[in-house]
């Protein structure tokens, strides 16, 4: 089960030529879902940011299963895969919520870095907050 979700609507700029949702826009939506799942967990990026951290994505991966309207009503679920010493893997999918249809997921790895964007282990108090959004 997904630790966290996200509500979303499509807005016509992110439409295609065929009023889907662009590709690009998922991206979009798998990133701002996770900055909301940061944020709810005490760990905004500007709040890392601050402590001399970032978090990086290293690695993404989409599949695109079925295409998003304009009308449609989605849920970004997000969480945390797998935790390792300098890296997490995160799993993201977006669903249709009128059917719980899965259209679009996504897996990332995702690592951290000092300030001036050198690789680096995060520190154990980094972890233990990034562990609250593992799957159960």
């Given at each position: 089960?997904p630790?966290h979700r996200?509500?979303?609507?499509?807005?016509f700029?992110?439409?295609?030529?065929?009023?889907?949702?662009?590709?690009?826009?998922?991206?979009a939506?798998?990133?701002?879902?996770?900055?909301?799942?940061l944020?709810?967990?005490?760990?905004?990026?500007?709040?890392?940011s601050?402590?001399g951290?970032?978090?990086?994505?290293?690695?993404l991966?989409?599949?695109?299963?079925?295409?998003?309207?304009a009308?449609?009503?989605?849920i970004?679920?997000?969480?945390?895969?797998?935790?390792?010493?300098?890296?997490?893997?995160?799993k993201?999918?977006i669903?249709?919520?009128s059917?719980?249809?899965?259209?679009v997921?996504?897996?990332l790895?995702l690592?951290?870095c000092?300030?001036?964007?050198?690789?680096?282990?995060?520190?154990?108090?980094?972890?233990?907050s990034?562990?609250?959004?593992?799957q159960e």
């Amino acid at each position: 089960m997904p630790v966290h979700r996200t509500p979303l609507t499509p807005r016509f700029g992110e439409l295609d030529p065929y009023n889907h949702v662009n590709h690009a826009a998922y991206v979009a939506y798998f990133e701002a879902a996770r900055c909301v799942a940061l944020d709810e967990i005490g760990m905004s990026l500007s709040d890392l940011s601050d402590t001399g951290f970032q978090i990086v994505v290293t690695s993404l991966e989409v599949k695109f299963r079925e295409p998003a309207t304009a009308r449609d009503c989605l849920i970004v679920e997000t969480w945390i895969d797998e935790m390792k010493r300098v890296s997490s893997v995160w799993k993201q999918q977006i669903l249709r919520d009128s059917d719980n249809r899965l259209l679009v997921s996504a897996e990332l790895t995702l690592g951290v870095c000092d300030a001036y964007g050198k690789p680096t282990r995060p520190p154990a108090d980094l972890n233990a907050s990034l562990a609250q959004l593992m799957q159960e």
